[in-house]
């Protein structure tokens, strides 16, 4: 790992031992790119690649008459100059101008890597990776650029994002700050997008690129499960198992934009960041602006393998805290058990019968506090229901313990409902625009946590019940878009500050608790998979992925997680059946055989089960405890899409590559069909491994692969639909 300088060329070198990220300062002082992909070879000048050449219809920079940024690729574009292509950034300036050119004056490398003021982002030890950032400076404009770039030792990535400052005397306004910008010099690449909505969230679709401008956004107000913010930028022939791919994942939990743009010159331009519509921020003399980062990672080896780089580096150095590679606590859930209408009795027995089956932690979900019995009242009034928790949470929590188990509890500390006292009290504290009529989702309307006051508000009475009981999970929900988005709070000329202000008070509230809480396991949650993003996993290691609990659908849903997204991040539970989203009836082993891989828990009543299936709980609980840690943070591998075929199959595999656990799904069975082979995958290939009482090599399994009529025999029928079975391989 190392970034070299070469003063006489004025370029950087970024590489470690897997890829290389070329940096040129260009004729015209702007930085502009020269490669990035797989490792090559350091030498003091690549300047070969820039085109020089005048073309016909071609502006070009008045000092060199040759160079111009529309021909070659750029590192952090602007447009009114000699690039017609999409900007990364736009600056309105005093005079009314919107032309900018920010050219190179210095730059700092050093070990490690700097936090991002109130933003989640990766942090490394000095060890672990080195930044170079950039100055860039328009004298004109009196404002600095600092463009700043992090490659770490042991992944294919650079993490990147920007800074503005205004060092001039006159407020300017930013009315468009990506975060980065990558060039690729041809357009041969497909587009893979997570796209969906609630209950089938991050489903992969994959689009051909060409001329113009292919895109996906968020203006939601939270990254949405409609487009994930993360996306995939591959060759046609690239697949799980082989063939080059760039991976673009967002920091950040708000409204973005991506977006890949053809020319047609050849040149494809890749760009991520706060999405531009209704984003304004107003600088005034010395003030900042820090963009959210953009992890950019890169494989030659396939889907799988970008995949990893991310489940690693963001267990490694995105979560934080005591739950950083802990395996995570299987809990019961009463919501589909229970909804708003319990008693604490009723809790308590759905709690004993979960100690029973071998649970270690009980979640208390919606319907606990102020005048909560159905969606029509009492969010933003948290307190304790005496009618529910004659002792309130305290008291729950106790008796819980009691039992050994751990307690949590539900939130949605960003809402409120009309019908609430909060809302009496304070109804300029929601997003609203005076004299126009509000929009409601779920029965309730949006808190204004752009203010300081509310965020203040929200956590002092989240703070007396958590600092009153026993509290090891919280999970955060957040039911809702905003709209009408206009803060009481803010002048006319900041109103389009509002959508980012927002997140950043949504930030520092989790961060207020988790500094006073830090034993705390936050689960992010919002309608499901609605804010399932890299920016909230900084604060919650694990999210509900989505509302949808059928096993058949979670098949989907998980898998296109995956992508991106770690194995341990992905809130999985069985639930009770049919099932409450989609009707449909799984057994028991199946629902068990999806929800392992993720978090694990049950969604439902265990006293309403049958004898027989409570035994199986108990089975299951007992192989996940085993497991888990496996499971969670072993080497996970796709090995058979659920959008391709009526079939699924995924592994994880031990990093010394001595256990694996493969999970085998049949969507819907097929007549008269030879029962086929699975191919597995990241074995040793000259190990013996162990597999249902047999023996194999690594090189036999991954080459011939396990035949699937071994587990037919065991029960699992070619002409059964939703037939699942999950095995273990052991290296001899």
């Known amino acids: 790992m190392n970034i070299i300088w070469n003063k006489t060329s004025r370029q950087f070198h970024l590489y470690n031992d897997q890829i290389s990220y070329i940096i040129a300062v260009a004729p015209s002082g702007e930085l502009s790119n020269i490669y990035f992909g797989k490792r090559i070879r350091e030498r003091d000048d690549f300047s070969y690649v820039i085109f020089r050449n005048g073309m016909p219809n071609i502006a070009v920079d008045a000092d060199t008459e040759s160079y111009s940024m529309e021909l070659n690729r750029q590192e952090y574009p602007s447009f009114g100059t000699t690039d017609f292509g999409a900007s990364a950034f736009e600056v309105e300036q005093s005079n009314g101008s919107r032309v900018s050119s920010f050219v190179y004056k210095s730059h700092s490398i050093f070990p490690g890597k700097r936090a991002i003021t109130g933003l989640p982002a990766t942090y490394a030890a000095e060890d672990e990776a080195k930044t170079l950032e950039v100055e860039l400076v328009d004298e004109q404009a009196q404002m600095t650029l600092l463009l700043s770039y992090t490659i770490f030792e042991k992944y294919p990535v650079v993490a990147r994002h920007a800074e503005f400052k205004n060092t001039g005397s006159t407020k300017v306004k930013l009315t468009k700050a990506l975060s980065c910008c990558i060039d690729l010099p041809d357009q041969d690449y497909e587009m893979v997008q997570f796209a969906g909505a609630w209950a089938r969230e991050r489903i992969p679709e994959v689009r051909k690129l060409t001329g113009g401008t292919t895109s996906i956004e968020s203006k939601r107000g939270v990254s949405s499960a409609n487009f994930n913010p993360f996306m995939i930028i591959k060759r046609p022939n690239t697949d799980d198992f082989a063939g080059d791919a760039f991976g673009f994942s967002f920091v950040y939990s708000g409204n973005f934009l991506a977006a890949a743009e053809g020319n047609t010159y050849g040149r494809l331009r890749i760009l991520m960041g706060i999405n531009p519509e209704r984003f304004t921020w107003v600088l005034k003399e010395g003030e900042t602006f820090e963009t959210p980062e953009v992890v950019i990672a890169y494989t030659s080896t396939g889907l799988n393998s970008l995949s990893q780089t991310y489940h690693r580096l963001y267990n490694n150095n995105l979560v934080r805290g005591k739950w950083k590679n802990k395996p995570r606590p299987i809990l019961n859930n009463n919501w589909e058990a229970t909804f708003m209408d319990?008693?604490?009795?009723?809790?308590?027995?759905?709690?004993?019968?979960?100690?029973?089956?071998?649970?270690?932690?009980?979640?208390?979900?919606?319907?606990?506090?102020?005048?909560?019995?159905?969606?029509?009242?009492?969010?933003?009034?948290?307190?304790?229901?005496?009618?529910?928790?004659?002792?309130?949470?305290?008291?729950?929590?106790?008796?819980?313990?009691?039992?050994?188990?751990?307690?949590?509890?539900?939130?949605?500390?960003?809402?409120?409902?009309?019908?609430?006292?909060?809302?009496?009290?304070?109804?300029?504290?929601?997003?609203?625009?005076?004299?126009?009529?509000?929009?409601?989702?779920?029965?309730?309307?949006?808190?204004?946590?752009?203010?300081?006051?509310?965020?203040?508000?929200?956590?002092?009475?989240?703070?007396?019940?958590?600092?009153?009981?026993?509290?090891?999970?919280?999970?955060?929900?957040?039911?809702?878009?905003?709209?009408?988005?206009?803060?009481?709070?803010?002048?006319?000329?900041?109103?389009?500050?509002?959508?980012?202000?927002?997140?950043?008070?949504?930030?520092?509230?989790?961060?207020?608790?988790?500094?006073?809480?830090?034993?705390?396991?936050?689960?992010?949650?919002?309608?499901?998979?609605?804010?399932?993003?890299?920016?909230?996993?900084?604060?919650?290691?694990?999210?509900?992925?989505?509302?949808?609990?059928?096993?058949?659908?979670?098949?989907?849903?998980?898998?296109?997680?995956?992508?991106?997204?770690?194995?341990?991040?992905?809130?999985?539970?069985?639930?009770?059946?049919?099932?409450?989203?989609?009707?449909?009836?799984?057994?028991?082993?199946?629902?068990?055989?999806?929800?392992?891989?993720?978090?694990?828990?049950?969604?439902?009543?265990?006293?309403?089960?049958?004898?027989?299936?409570?035994?199986?709980?108990?089975?299951?609980?007992?192989?996940?405890?085993?497991?888990?840690e496996l499971i969670q943070y072993g080497d996970f591998y796709r090995l058979r899409s659920p959008f391709e075929t009526d079939q699924t199959a995924w592994m994880v595999v031990s990093e010394d590559r001595k256990r694996a656990i493969v999970g085998f799904y049949c969507m819907r069975s097929n007549v008269n069909t030879l029962p086929g082979f699975l191919k597995l995958a990241g074995l040793d290939p000259d190990t013996l491994y162990r597999m249902e009482g047999k023996e194999y090599y690594g090189d036999e399994l991954m080459n011939m692969g396990i035949t699937l009529s071994e587990f037919y025999k065991k029960g699992f029928t070619i002409s059964e639909d939703f037939a699942s079975f999950v095995t273990v391989i052991d290296a001899i």
């Open 342 to 628: 319990f008693t604490e009795d009723s809790i308590l027995k759905i709690a004993a019968k979960a100690k029973e089956a071998g649970v270690e932690l009980f979640v208390l979900d919606d319907g606990w506090f102020g005048e909560r019995n159905d969606d029509f009242a009492g969010l933003g009034d948290w307190v304790e229901n005496p009618a529910k928790l004659p002792q309130g949470m305290a008291g729950l929590a106790r008796k819980i313990e009691a039992m050994g188990l751990k307690f949590g509890f539900w939130i949605e500390p960003e809402m409120v409902n009309p019908n609430s006292n909060l809302f009496r009290r304070h109804p300029e504290w929601v997003l609203a625009v005076p004299g126009r009529k509000s929009s409601l989702g779920r029965h309730q309307l949006v808190l204004d946590f752009s203010r300081e006051e509310v965020v203040d508000y929200i956590y002092n009475m989240l703070y007396k019940v958590i600092n009153g009981a026993s509290i090891s999970y919280i999970k955060w929900d957040m039911n809702r878009p905003l709209t009408e988005v206009f803060s009481n709070g803010c002048p006319a000329q900041e109103q389009g500050m509002v959508y980012h202000k927002y997140i950043l008070g949504v930030y520092s509230l989790y961060s207020r608790l988790i500094e006073a809480f830090p034993d705390i396991l936050f689960e992010s949650c919002s309608s499901g998979g609605n804010r399932f993003d890299a920016g909230m996993l900084y604060y919650a290691p694990q999210a509900w992925c989505s509302d949808n609990t059928d096993a058949i659908d979670r098949l989907r849903i998980q898998y296109g997680s995956s992508y991106g997204y770690p194995i341990v991040s992905i809130g999985s539970h069985v639930s009770a059946v049919p099932n409450q989203q989609t009707g449909r009836t799984t057994s028991i082993a199946t629902r068990a055989n999806v929800a392992y891989f993720g978090t694990f828990g049950y969604e439902l009543d265990l006293n309403e089960i049958s004898d027989k299936e409570f035994d199986e709980v108990k089975s299951q609980i007992e192989f996940m405890k085993e497991h888990r």
